[in-house]
């Protein structure tokens, strides 16, 4: 195409997606021209760039702007055009990250410019201009990664390492493509265009000039901008340890309540719930909503009354000290708590059978998210598991694959999974429930060709053509830190309460002249929250719950009267 024909073809405005491209209303302009200025445009010009932190909320008040993927590379390529009342950037913008993607004015005309904290502030106040803006950058968010759009992981399927660096970008939600150093044409030309050595990979390749010789999280995190934990030590009222559901819960009612939160997470922001690809039965969202943008809420909204969150934030020790708690990461670095709430969850159980550990990260996942799917396309898949996770990966996989057979080891899908669930899978024309039955071998050369099914109460075995599978089957706390420092139940779950007042120190909580309070731990001011603790209900509406009731007892523990709101009087 040529350069005339280009422009003439970007012109024409992107049609509306998903809701990807409101348009903003004239009394919606006006609210926002109180806040920023308007600036003529010129035509060519860039109003922000990939790979550099937005400035301003951009609203288009005349002319046209194209948002472009890799400027000037041999992947250029368009995303999005918009026209009047439309406005641009995507998620980074509200979560400090930086652009996936360059917006050129086509047509010159005039703009809005809003500064990014002053825009912030703006989503948090409006809930109609929030939710519009907020869903839009949602949808783009999503758009982009399946565009396969952002930065590219290139490395070798086999490689821990880039199954490491896929999993964190793909737990965060950021905008990636990899490329699979065995079998993607383009690979070869990249390793040479970069002076690249296989034994170098996993590498990270960003705009497409920049290259991380296999990254550590951390590093990977600070280039997209996400918050890196401070080297220097601090001081906090309430440290946060995991920022699934109970952790931003804790997040959001400990800074709205006027406390420093600092909230840290190991991998990413969400949990198991970022992962889930619908979640139907939680208050509030009766056509249900996806794990994603729950958690970009909860995010959005714990950054808007204040809380500090940090990922990739690894803690490796908590000590007691002075009646608070140093709290010690991964690199060394520490930080002072007066209280601290854990809330880091669970992971997934491992299915232990032959064949499996060299395919999994490659076609074996312990999550159904929209990277996973994307790589099943149309291929049979398989899911383990009985529970509520099995049930909606079984769900969403169907939209993807050929045929999902969902392998349940007991004899009645009702006994682990909500109704609702089952009067979805059992009628599904593409599941397939296969009760009584366990997989027994993985087979595959490169990716997972077949797995051995028996059933366990007849004894038969059979074999499943599949491309990929997925396992649901429980999970395991992360609490491996935590030994010796308080007391777990046989499983690894942290007591609290009555529980914990049975196991605690008594010389401890005399001086307090106190037992452990409802989500207490055996240690004063540590609380536990979600799914970690022992006794929780394992469910996203009971750890947010959870959090929230966290930093009431909060309170009480600081205050040693109770809540920080009095009545009045004497």
Known sequence: MSAAEHKQSAVHETPDRYGAFPRLTPEQLEDLAGHGERRRTAEGQVLYREGEPFREFLAILSGTVEILHDLGGPDERTVAVHGPGRFLGELGLLEGQTAFNTAVVREAGEVLAVPVERQRTLVGRDPVLGDLILRAYLCRRYLLIGLGAGFRIMGS????????????????????????LEK????????????????????????????????????????????????????????????????LAAAVYGASDGLTTVTVDAVATGGQAGTSSRIENYLGFPSGISGGELIERAVLQAHKF???????????????????????????????????????????????????????????????????????????????????????????LANHASRVHLVVRGGDLNADMSRYLVDQVEPHPKIEVLLHSEVRRASGEEKLESLLVEDNASGEHRELRVAALFVFIGARPHTEWLRGVLALDEKGFVLTGADAQAAADPTRWDLLGRGPLLLETTLPGVFAAGDVRSGSVKRVASATGEGAMAIRLVHEHRGKTGNLVRSAGP
């Open 157 to 180: 399927c086999y490689s821990p390492d880039t199954l490491r660096l896929r999993e964190f970008a793909a737990r965060n939600r950021l905008p990636h493509r990899w490329v699979d």
């Open 184 to 247: 993607d044409k383009e690979a070869e030309a990249l390793l040479r265009r970069f002076s690249i050595r296989p034994e170098e990979t996993p590498v990270v390749i960003w705009k497409g000039e920049r290259v991380l010789r296999n990254p550590s999280n951390a590093e990977l995190a600070r280039l997209i901008g996400l918050p890196a934990p401070s080297p220097e030590a601090g001081r906090c009222d309430v440290m946060v340890v995991g920022a699934g559901p109970a952790g």
């Open 306 to 396: 204040g809380a500090r969150l940090m990922v990739p934030a690894q803690v490796s020790a908590l000590t007691p000290q002075d009646d608070e708690y140093v709290v010690t990461f991964a690199d060394g670095s520490r930080v002072r708590a007066a209280a601290v709430v854990l809330a880091s969850g669970v992971w997934y159980r491992r299915l232990e059978v032959p064949g499996i550990d060299r395919l999994e990260g490659v076609s074996v996942y312990y999550a159904a998210t929209v990277h996973e799917a994307g790589l099943c396309q149309a291929d049979p898949v398989a899911v383990v598991g009985g529970g509520n996770s099995a049930g909606q990966a079984a769900l969403f």
